[in-house]
């Protein structure tokens, strides 16, 4: 399986799309949702092997597991599926509601498989790599503001653990703590296609 676009969710009903903050407030109040953080492995496709996806679909059932949740109910922020593909002007006017989804999604998940691409140049990617990136530094911001760490975990996998950051000093030290973070990757914040952040459906786990 693979991450799917927006534009396809879309047509297929899969979305759900949120008018305004008070529409997100009270969904998130009545339903077990999920933002999930993860760094893009490729240059048009944030998961071009499937890995991320992999590690996502293990993450949520553990997650489900530990707070009792059932997979019908959860409903997920991902950026590749929540924000829109093919139109930048909307891409781009989706980017105001980052704040707001990650804030106040019961649960956050940073999903960091160790991979190995060529789609980048023979590039490795870690937990380390996420940790460096602008956007994904921008998305545990957001989430932290309003919730602190609680409900935010980290998953490694396929075949990973699910770890609350609460129970990763690092993890909060490498973000907020210390005077000298991870260098960031130039092209992270320059690219002139970035990855975009933001947008107003959640979709359903099931």
């Not at 990617?125 to 989430?143: H, K, V």
């Not at 000093?169 to 260098?183: F, G, H, Q």
């Given at each position: 399986?693979?991450?799917?676009?927006?534009?396809?969710?879309?047509?297929?009903?899969?979305?759900?799309?949120?008018?305004?903050?008070?529409?997100?407030?009270?969904?998130?109040?009545?339903?077990?949702?999920?933002?999930?953080?993860?760094?893009?492995?490729?240059?048009?496709?944030?998961?071009?092997?499937?890995?991320?996806?992999?590690?996502?679909?293990?993450?949520?059932?553990?997650?489900?597991?530990?707070?009792?949740?059932?997979?019908?109910?959860?409903?997920?922020?991902?950026?590749?599926?929540?924000?829109?593909?093919?139109?930048?002007?909307?891409?781009?006017?989706?980017?105001?509601?980052?704040?707001?989804?990650?804030?106040?999604?019961?649960?956050?998940?940073?999903?960091?498989?160790?991979?190995?691409?060529?789609?980048?140049?023979?590039?490795?990617?870690?937990?380390?790599?996420?940790?460096?990136?602008?956007?994904?530094?921008?998305?545990?911001?957001?989430?932290?503001?309003?919730?602190?760490?609680?409900?935010?975990?980290?998953?490694?996998?396929?075949?990973?653990?699910?770890?609350?950051?609460?129970?990763?000093?690092?993890?909060?030290?490498?973000?907020?703590?210390?005077?000298?973070?991870?260098?960031?990757?130039?092209?992270?914040?320059?690219?002139?296609?970035?990855?975009?952040l933001a947008a107003d459906p959640w979709?359903?786990?099931?």
């Amino acid at each position: 399986g693979s991450f799917r676009p927006y534009e396809e969710c879309r047509d297929e009903g899969q979305l759900v799309v949120l008018d305004s903050s008070s529409d997100l407030l009270k969904f998130a109040a009545r339903h077990p949702t999920v933002f999930i953080s993860h760094q893009w492995l490729g240059n048009r496709a944030p998961d071009p092997d499937g890995v991320q996806y992999a590690a996502a679909l293990e993450a949520c059932e553990l997650l489900c597991d530990k707070a009792g949740v059932s997979p019908e109910e959860l409903y997920l922020w991902l950026d590749y599926t929540s924000i829109p593909q093919r139109n930048l002007t909307l891409q781009m006017l989706s980017i105001d509601s980052l704040p707001l989804y990650a804030a106040n999604s019961a649960f956050f998940i940073i999903i960091a498989p160790d991979v190995q691409t060529a789609g980048l140049g023979e590039r490795a990617f870690s937990i380390d790599t996420y940790r460096a990136r602008g956007w994904c530094r921008l998305e545990q911001f957001a989430r932290i503001s309003q919730r602190d760490v609680d409900g935010m975990y980290q998953c490694q996998g396929p075949r990973g653990q699910l770890m609350a950051m609460k129970d990763d000093p690092r993890a909060c030290e490498n973000l907020v703590l210390t005077s000298k973070p991870p260098a960031l990757d130039p092209s992270d914040l320059r690219d002139a296609t970035p990855k975009p952040l933001a947008a107003d459906p959640w979709t359903s786990a099931s």
